[in-house]
């Protein structure tokens, strides 16, 4: 079947503006990740969705950044008044059960540019 | 911090030759994965190695796992230009969601 798809695969916003970030993950994969990637570095940890558990928000790196995911499915990254420093590639990812136990497959990602 | 650092950071070979990356983590895990990753965008999945293995092979691929030294290594033989990419490893501990390290960008040249 389809890959993880996110959606825009390019954005650019001006500083203050709200965006948000879609994420459809694969069909019947429990366990919805959203990490971010700044140039040259690696992955940072946002925020893990986990069937209908909590989601833990451990990652995110301030009350502007938010993500809700609907009916068990798709994904929404919000970023509210956003600043210069939000400006990187945020990719989400699927896996089946359990995080950390199993193979993540990755979308595209988004680049997302603040001026 | 960082629970997986990569080592080194920059790797430059033939085609040909073969590759080794590193990485090392702190605490505990039931799960090591190695990652590559494609002009900045999405990642791809190469191998995962449990906590009671020690080695595991995937064509080209060789993993080792070193639980007693917190280490891991990813050995590509045989190199091609096509293997030029970012290598990251990650992190697993069975509920958490993985933690991945700053990558070893690997370049293969003709």
């Known amino acids: 079947g389809a890959g993880v798809s996110q959606s825009p695969s390019n954005k650019v916003t001006e500083k203050g503006k709200d965006v948000e970030l879609r994420c459809d993950p694969i069909?019947?994969?429990?366990?919805l990740y959203w990490y971010r990637q700044s140039l040259g570095q690696g992955l940072e940890f946002l925020i893990y969705?986990?069937?209908?558990?909590?989601?833990?928000k451990s990652g995110l790196p301030s009350d502007r950044f938010s993500a809700e995911r609907t009916g068990g499915s798709v994904s929404t990254l919000t970023i509210q008044r956003t600043q210069q420093e939000d400006s990187a590639v945020y990719l989400c990812?699927?896996?089946?059960?359990?995080?950390?136990?199993?193979?993540?497959?990755f979308g595209p990602g988004t680049r997302l540019t603040v001026l | 911090s960082q629970q997986g650092e990569e080592d080194p950071q920059a790797l430059s070979i033939q085609e040909g030759e073969n590759a080794t990356m590193n990485c090392s983590y702190k605490?505990?895990?039931?799960?090591l994965q190695w990652y590559r990753q494609n002009s900045g965008r999405g990642l791809v999945h190469l191998i995962l190695?449990?906590?009671?293995?020690r080695e595991k092979h995937s064509g080209r691929l060789r993993v080792t796992l070193d639980t007693s030294k917190k280490s891991s290594s990813l050995l590509i033989t045989a190199s091609r230009a096509a293997d030029t990419a970012s290598y990251f490893c990650a992190t697993g501990s069975g509920y958490s969601t993985l933690t991945f390290g700053k990558g070893t960008m690997l370049l293969v040249s003709p």
């Open positions: 990812a699927s896996s089946k059960g359990l995080a950390g136990g199993n193979e993540q497959f």
């Open positions: 190695i449990r906590s009671n293995e």
């Open positions: 069909s019947g994969h429990t366990a």
């Open positions: 605490t505990s895990i039931n799960n």
């Open positions: 969705f986990q069937g209908n558990s909590a989601p833990d």
